[in-house]
């Protein structure tokens, strides 16, 4: 989606297709696969997303969604997010 196509032109490469998050998302998360990914995970936290209250970086647990293994951070946007960019 947009979100996607802008993180791109920032440099960051898509590890797959965006798409629908498995569940609905109160606020936006971030998860990170490995300790070392957490450190950029929170940068577009605080820098990407820095408009929203209350993002959350969370370590990615098997159980989280069909996320491709070789993904650094996944981003499931939140309602926050939507209503951000319906304002």
């Known amino acids: 989606g947009e979100t996607?196509?802008?993180l791109e032109d920032l440099g960051y490469i898509a590890s797959q297709d965006a798409?629908?998050?498995p569940t609905s998302y109160p606020v936006?998360?971030?998860y990170y696969t490995a300790p070392k990914d957490k450190v950029e995970a929170d940068y577009?936290?605080?820098s990407f997303?820095?408009?929203l209250d209350g993002v959350e970086v969370v370590r990615l647990t098997p159980d989280t969604g069909d996320i491709d293994p070789s993904t650094q951070v996944a981003l499931?946007?939140?309602?926050d997010y939507a209503a951000?960019?319906?304002a």
């Open 44 to 46: 577009l936290a605080s």
């Open 4 to 6: 996607q196509l802008q």
């Open 28 to 30: 936006t998360t971030l």
């Open 76 to 79: 499931f946007l939140g309602n």
């Open 19 to 21: 798409m629908d998050a």
């Open 84 to 86: 951000l960019k319906s």
């Open 49 to 51: 997303f820095k408009k």
